[in-house]
T-cell receptor, first 115, second 112 residues
Framework: GQQLNQSPQSMFIQEGEDVSMNCTSS?????WLWYKQDPGEGPVLLIA?????ELTSNGRLTAQFGITRKDSFLNISASIPSDVGIYFC???????????????FGRGTQLTVWP | KAGVTQTPRYLIKTRGQQVTLSCSPI?????VSWYQQTPGQGLQFLFE???????NKGNFPGRFSGRQFSNSRSEMNVSTLELGDSALYLC???????????FGPGTRLTVL
């Protein structure tokens, strides 16, 4: 299966700081998804990217679909305590232009925000 | 619109038993995928169901099975439970042809 390498594994930052994390793949993706997971809950979709080079924002979150289609980046600006959680990148399997139901996930970035 | 729901939220079983987990997708979503999440392996794909048919399967033993009903609700079953099956089991639904998957809260399975 495809491997998604996500970094960093963990981040400890102070409230108000900006955060950057990224995800790289050995293969291309047609879509990149970013999720956040709180303890004991399922992942929540934050941002979806559909086109190489695309830059998309959702509030304080900004994500980019890498031009090579093998990477993606997520930035969080002016972090707040509720940003704490695990952030995952994911890419869906596709075949002959059709998106299939399997998502490949990175191992996650654990974000801790100190007040 | 209601989100994806999963029942039960928590389960404790012993080795050798079997378990059935349930998932109700977002209304109108016909595709349901199941994932296993463990600290060691991360999130791993189990299988996908669409229109009551399994369309895709991950690399899990045959003890893991599933099905989907005509109302798109899905169940997964694990037989002959092993200690290593302890995990958070997540289901996700998506609209036909869509890439975005929406997850339920998960079922935390503990095997003793």
């Amino acid at each position: 299966g495809q491997q998604l390498n996500q970094s960093p594994q963990s981040m400890f930052i102070q409230e108000g700081e900006d955060v950057s994390m990224n995800c790289t793949s050995s293969s291309i993706f047609n879509t990149w998804l970013w999720y956040k997971q709180d303890p004991g809950e399922g992942p929540v979709l934050l941002i979806a990217l559909y086109k190489a080079g695309e830059l998309t924002s959702n509030g304080r979150l900004t994500a980019q679909f890498g031009i090579t289609r093998k990477d993606s980046f997520l930035n969080i600006s002016a972090s707040i305590p509720s940003d704490v959680g695990i952030y995952f990148c994911a890419g869906p399997e596709f075949d002959r232009g059709s998106t299939l139901g399997r998502l490949y996930f990175g191992r996650g970035t654990q974000l801790t925000v100190w007040p | 619109k209601a989100g994806v729901t999963q029942t039960p939220r928590y389960l404790i079983k012993t080795r050798g038993q079997q378990v059935t987990l349930s998932c109700s997708p977002i209304s109108g979503h016909r595709s349901v995928s199941w994932y296993q999440q463990t600290p060691g392996q991360g999130l791993q794909f189990l299988f996908e169901y669409f229109s009551e048919t399994q369309r895709n399967k991950g690399n899990f033993p045959g003890r893991f099975s599933g099905r989907q009903f005509s109302n798109s609700r899905s169940e997964m079953n694990v037989s002959t439970l092993e200690l290593g099956d302890s995990a958070l089991y997540l289901c996700a639904s998506r609209r036909t042809g869509g890439a975005e998957q929406f997850f339920g809260p998960g079922t935390r399975l503990t095997v003793l």
